[in-house]
């Protein structure tokens, strides 16, 4: 990542976290257990699937509010992308650290550590 910055120059990430995606893993394994494709048909057959799920399923809201399950493509990335991949924090700032690169800021903080929460705001949360 390193080569592609100018020096001094930035890079913004959008990062899943594992504890907010447990129901895009449970529907993720769910259809690689069926073995569902990317064909249109296959998407919009999801795509009714995922109508009948109960409201209290963990991924009902996230349907409901997100444009990523508005399009069959979104729906698709969403679900069947073979290169999905969350984040802890500690995990993500290895990943920083091995690119050669540091932590700035965060943009959008979530308290995914007990020191990220308010006493956190001013400075990077480790």
């Known amino acids: 990542m ?3 910055l100018e020096p001094g120059g930035a890079l913004h990430l959008m990062v899943y976290a594992p504890y907010g995606r447990a129901g895009v893993y449970l ?3 769910y259809c690689r257990r069926l073995v569902i494709g990317h064909s249109r048909q296959e998407i919009r057959d999801l795509a009714v699937t995922l109508t009948a799920l109960p409201r209290a399923h963990p991924l009902a809201r996230l349907l409901a509010e997100s444009p ?3 399009s069959p493509d979104g729906l698709a990335d969403a679900l069947l992308n073979p ?5 802890s924090v ?3 700032f290895d990943l920083i650290e ?3 690169l540091r932590f ?3 943009v959008r903080q979530a308290p995914y550590l007990p020191g990220c929460g308010l006493s956190g705001r001013h400075t990077p949360c480790r």
Request: proline content about 4%; glycine content about 14%; aromatic content about 14%.
């Open 2 to 4: 390193q080569a592609v």
């Open 27 to 29: 529907l993720q394994d």
């Open 68 to 70: 990523d399950f508005q």
């Open 83 to 87: 290169q999905d991949r969350a984040y």
């Open 90 to 92: 500690p995990q993500l």
């Open 98 to 100: 091995g690119c050669g």
């Open 104 to 106: 700035g800021r965060w």
